[in-house]
């Protein structure tokens, strides 16, 4: 993705041959982009050769997860109609964990009937109800703890999960109290030492404090798992000022941990797969100019991208056309949504602006589209997925009549 000839091309795609096409707003994912990601993500970790499993959670497209199905790569699921569209796009269920800290009864059984790799338990009493339905379809589950490792990500507080104050996980006394209570289980198996201490992380140094956590609980276990899922939340660079993961720092720590616990690792990303692969192309309805700043009103909203209403994320945001005179205003861009919130960045100064351009919002691969809304009744926008200089549509835009 860059530009050529001051126009913004996907891929071999031009921005214009898109906006003549289809109405505005837009993501558009590259696929070139995401096989680019999972190659380097496999490369980087080739030493040991971990399960991957995409983290449906982060982009759920059925077109999407072909493609991630197409580079071999496994699913991460959190409910049950996650696991129906990862083996919907044909992931095999061997390559499926289940995660999450409120699995119904539904879900587990149909978890359970589709004999899929793993199934992540957070407490003693969904360990109960796996092994009531195990009992049921006379069947010996394979299921993962997840322990909480009590691991500060050094990441946004909301989106921190290996926290003690955090809902997810086990704590160590209770989860050794859970190993010797279903070590010997004749419909449970314990396969698995789960952890995931949040999302976009971009220093090594907390994943070295929850090896080391995980090193101690396995030795005082006493007990060999076949798996460690270290879940995901390996972070992107969203800002020139900001960093993405160092993968070769993390591989080392891990290839040391390996040197004591002879184990499989398994991962779940997610962002680091989709969301630089993924874009919004955005229209100015109108700008509207104050002594102080020009709001630069687009026709996307936070329906649409909720994560700088939500977390206060970042997103830049970059013209389809570049030109060379630029405006020394702040510009807050935002959308028409009735809510102060509803607005994506802050600028101190941008490229001179027209009504009815086009906009391009950055990095929205993950945690886009799947936490779109309704909210004031707006309609989602359609997903296009480009491979060279072909685009198809893999989301249809909604219509009015669809929900009212």
Do not use: W
Not at 50 to 68: A, H, M, R, W
Not at 104 to 126: D, G, Q, R, V
Not at 365 to 385: C, D, F, H, Q, W
């Amino acid at each position: 993705m860059k530009y050529i000839n001051n126009i913004f091309t996907i891929e071999n795609c031009s921005i214009n041959k898109v906006i003549e096409k289809f109405e505005t707003p837009i993501f558009c994912y590259s696929q070139k982009k995401i096989k680019e990601n999972i190659n380097n993500f496999k490369k980087s970790f080739k030493s040991f050769s971990p399960i991957i499993c995409f983290s449906t959670k982060s982009n759920s497209n059925l077109e999407i997860l072909k493609e991630i199905k197409r580079n071999g790569l496994g699913a991460d699921v959190v409910s049950k109609g996650e696991l129906m569209i990862a083996l919907k796009a044909g992931i095999s269920s061997k390559k499926i964990v289940f995660s999450g800290v409120g699995k119904t009864a539904e879900e587990l059984e149909f978890a359970i009937k589709k004999n899929i790799l793993l199934i992540n338990a957070e407490s003693e009493s969904e360990i109960d109800q796996i092994e009531k339905i195990a009992i049921r379809q006379n069947k010996k589950v394979s299921i993962g703890l997840r322990l909480n490792p009590n691991t500060d990500a050094k990441t946004i507080k909301k989106i921190s999960t290996g926290r003690k104050e955090d809902k997810f996980g086990l704590t160590k006394y209770n989860f050794l109290k859970l190993v010797k209570k279903y070590k010997n289980s004749k419909f449970i198996k314990l396969k698995c030492l789960s952890v995931h201490i949040g999302s976009q992380i971009t220093s090594h140094l907390p994943y070295a404090n929850m090896l080391k956590v995980i090193s101690q609980v396995l030795k005082q276990s006493n007990y060999y798992f076949e798996y460690i899922d270290l879940g995901g939340g390996m972070g992107i660079r969203y800002s020139k000022t900001n960093k993405s993961l160092n993968y070769k720092k993390y591989n080392n720590l891990i290839k040391k941990f390996l040197k004591k616990n002879k184990t499989k690792i398994i991962f779940e990303p997610g962002r680091s797969i989709i969301g630089n692969a993924g874009l919004i192309l955005s229209k100015i309805i109108y700008i509207k100019k104050t002594n102080n700043k020009n709001f630069v009103i687009l026709d996307t909203a936070m329906n649409d991208l909720l994560r700088p209403a939500l977390y206060g994320a970042f997103h830049n945001i970059i013209p389809s056309v570049k030109n060379s005179s630029y405006i020394n205003k702040n510009h807050e861009f935002v959308g028409p949504v009735c809510e102060t919130t509803d607005k994506f960045l802050n600028l101190k100064k941008f490229q001179k602006l027209n009504e009815k351009d086009i906009l391009i919002i950055c990095d929205v691969g993950a945690y886009g589209m799947v936490l779109s809304s309704n909210y004031n009744l707006r309609t989602k926008p359609a997903e296009i997925l480009v491979n060279k200089s072909v685009f198809k549509i893999i989301t249809k835009r909604q219509k009015l009549n669809n929900i009212i």
